[in-house]
């Protein structure tokens, strides 16, 4: 049995790739309360009970079918696994595999059966990660808190941050006056601040370097001005906790930092929104799911966004991507826009999970090409 929180895109394009008759895919809401996760393991467990009955319909062999209803059966019996949850949970079954991943987004409830994993949804959770960095900078302190959907925020040990503006001054003190005129009062006092800025810059350097979180500076003024100024993290988010950090614990810092996740995610929506926009006007782009299939049967995709929430039902041609619609609750009936996806994946092109209102023209997906099909 493996748990995982947060699938890598490299986790989605092996999951993407399988293929193995009776599939099993449940996504749930859950919640971080005992409350919440007890009602979605209930949850689950109507999910399992559903599935195997469909797997049962479908003329599964038992041995496949009485595999996965152990797998899933010691989803439910494992106590600790419930005791730590997130905003949503993906379970896949098949009989030789068994994995879950506890999400940071919030997912509708769904039950799924084919010859494939249903992917589309774990797609959100890359698109927009819920990570990110705080810098809580202060005049007597400094940290920074690594924000991640899995774990409690927590301080970073950054190896050479000053701890205050005194010490990266070399200092005992910011408040007295220069013996000989040259910085003193509050002139100096900036001087010393920016001077601790800079040192702060420098030791976080190594850490942001090998980062690509965004950024979001808790801090009042003047530390707010001179940061930004001095600053060259690219992910730096123009939002700022505005106050003294000092006086908020890493969790609580970590609590306005999600809301300002909330408002850099609507920026990158909007913006690929209106990147798609240009490419649809520029003629290399589609909403078309003819002409998505076949590129992406082609490898011809080279960026997609897909609304998370819309079905279409059919399937696709292996050889040509040719699309056949279906009802769906047809057998074998996997997804038009599911398998789009995957062969997507499977030459590399860049995938984003939105929502309805994010996707150009109101269309269930659009796509840049790479070359016309």
């Not at 890598?8 to 993407?16: G, L, Q, S, V, Y």
């Not at 960095?133 to 920074?144: D, E, F, K």
């Not at 966004?305 to 619609?325: F, K």
């Amino acid at each position: 049995m493996e748990y995982k929180d947060i699938p890598t895109k490299a986790d989605i394009e092996r999951f993407a790739a399988l293929r193995q008759p009776g599939s099993v895919t449940i996504y749930l809401p859950t919640g971080t309360v005992p409350a919440e996760a007890d009602r979605a393991r209930i949850e689950l467990k109507n999910h399992l009970a559903q599935a195997v009955k469909k797997l049962e319909e479908d003329g599964t062999p038992k041995q496949r079918i009485a595999a996965i209803q152990r797998e899933g059966e010691a989803i439910l019996e494992d106590r600790d696994f419930w005791r730590y949850q997130s905003r949503s949970l993906a379970v896949f079954l098949d009989g030789e595999l068994s994995e879950t991943f506890r999400l940071p987004n919030r997912l509708g409830s769904s039950c799924d059966i084919a010859d494939r994993f249903y992917v589309k949804p774990l797609l959100r959770t890359i698109t927009f990660p819920q990570t990110a960095l705080i810098l809580a900078l202060a005049q007597n302190s400094v940290r920074l808190i690594q924000v991640s959907p899995q774990a409690p925020a927590a301080t970073v040990d950054v190896p050479g941050l000053p701890k205050d503006v005194a010490d990266a001054a070399g200092v005992a003190s910011i408040n007295g006056r220069a013996p000989d005129g040259r910085i003193q009062g509050s002139e100096g006092q900036k001087v010393r601040m920016r001077e601790y800025v800079q040192a702060i810059e420098r030791a976080l350097h190594p850490i942001l370097a090998n980062s690509t979180d965004p950024l979001i500076l808790a801090a009042a003024e003047p530390l707010i001005g001179i940061f930004r100024n001095v600053n060259t993290y690219p992910k730096l988010v123009p939002e700022t906790i505005t106050g003294n950090p000092e006086d908020k614990t890493d969790e609580e810092l970590a609590a306005e930092a999600r809301l300002i996740l909330d408002a850099v995610y609507a920026r990158k929506a909007e913006a690929l929104k209106a990147d798609f926009e240009a490419r649809l006007a520029a003629g290399t782009a589609t909403t078309d799911l003819s002409d998505m299939a076949r590129a992406a049967t082609y490898g011809a995709v080279e960026s997609i966004v897909v609304d998370i929430d819309r079905r279409v039902p059919g399937t696709l041609d292996e050889e040509t991507g040719a699309i056949t619609y279906a009802d769906e609750d047809e057998p074998g009936n996997y997804g038009v826009v599911d398998e789009i996806l995957r062969r997507a994946l499977g030459s590399k092109a860049t995938v984003y999970a939105l929502r309805a209102e994010e996707i150009p023209g109101g269309a269930p997906a659009a796509a840049a090409v790479r070359f016309p099909v």
